[in-house]
Every structure is written in C-alpha cells, then in structure tokens.
C-alpha cells in the first residue's frame, strides 16, 4: 500500500528535519573546533604580546626624549660659550 499525500507530506518533513539537524551538528563542530583553537592560542604564553612591545616602544621613546632634550642643552651651552670666546 503506497503512503498517502499527508504521510508524503509528514515523511519529507522528518527527512528535511533529520538533514537540518546533520548540518547544523556538523556547523556545531566546526565552531567547537575553531573555539578550541581559540582557546589554545589565548592561553599560550609564548613569545610577548603586542602590548608587551608597544610598553617597550613607550618606555625607548620616554628614554629616547630625555637624552636628546640633555644632548640639546649640552649642545646649547657649548656653542654658547665657543661663541663667547669668539667675540
């Protein structure tokens, strides 16, 4: 005895429901597997971080400014007297 329309009907709801559940497990565990990729990059504590290195830029350049402003006016007070003497 073949089925009839609403059996049909009933059937390629259930086979349309069983492969939506079979894509969305297998976009579950793509994203579970990116997720505990992402969690294995953010727990390493290997290498320094972008913050740790701009830290080090920030502290070179403080260093950095602090000797040019003490070579300028070492420079400053030399040339002042070279021009002394040469008056």
Known sequence: ???????????AVFEAAAGF?????QKC????RGLKRL????SRDEGQDSAEYAMMAAVLLVILIGVMQQIGSNANTVF???ASEIQ
Do not use: D, F, H, I
């Not at 559940?21 to 497990?25: A, D, Q």
């Open 39 to 42: 969690a294995e990059l953010w």
């Open 29 to 32: 565990l793509q994203r579970s």
């Open 21 to 25: 559940v079979e894509w969305l497990s």
């Open 80 to 82: 002042s007297q070279v």
């Open 1 to 11: 005895m073949e089925p009839t329309g609403a059996a049909k009907g009933r059937a």
